[in-house]
C-alpha cells in the first residue's frame, strides 16, 4: 500500500513484533522502502490496544522445491494487523483494523479515507505529511 499514501504524501511507519535483526530481514527480503519499528516486549502494540493472543504458533520446516511441512506447538501473541491515518497535528483521523489477524488493510477503503483526510491525491510527496 506504500505507493498509494506516496500519491497523498504520506510517509508510513510499520511497527512489528518482530526483534531488529528479524525486522530488518524482512524489511531487505520483501525490499520495504519505509520505517519498520520494532517492539518484541509488545508494549507500545499493548498499549495501543493491538494485542492478538491466540494466534497459533507453527513449527515449519521447508522441504525440497520450497513446500512447507509443519504442525502447531501452541499458542502465541502477535499484533492486530492495524492501519493509522495521523494528520500533520498527530491526531489520529481513521483506524482501520483487521477482524481476522491473517489479513491486512483494504485499499479501497484506505484510499477513500485518504481522500476524506488530506484532500485530492498529490503528485509528489509533501514535507510535513
Not at 498509494?4 to 520495504?32: C, F, N, P, Q
Not at 494487523?81 to 481476522?100: L, M
Request: proline share 7%; net charge negative.
Amino acid at each position: 500500500m506504500q505507493p498509494l499514501m506516496e500519491r497523498y504524501g504520506v510517509r508510513v511507519i510499520a511497527l512489528s513484533k518482530d526483534d531488529v535483526e528479524t525486522a530488518r530481514a524482512h524489511r531487505e527480503r520483501d525490499g520495504l522502502a519505509f520505517d519498520l519499528l520494532s517492539d518484541p516486549e509488545l508494549a507500545v502494540i499493548k498499549r495501543f490496544g493491538l494485542l492478538h493472543e491466540g494466534a497459533v504458533e507453527y513449527k515449519i520446516w521447508f522441504l525440497p522445491k520450497h513446500f512447507p511441512l509443519g504442525y502447531p506447538t501452541g499458542f502465541k501473541q502477535m499484533a492486530i494487523p492495524t492501519t493509522f491515518i495521523i494528520d500533520e497535528e498527530g491526531i489520529v483521523r481513521w483506524i482501520d483494523q483487521a477482524d481476522d489477524y491473517r489479513l491486512r488493510g483494504n485499499e479501497a477503503r484506505t484510499e477513500q479515507a485518504l481522500a476524506a483526510v488530506f484532500g485530492p491525491q498529490i503528485d509528489a510527496p509533501q514535507p510535513g505529511r
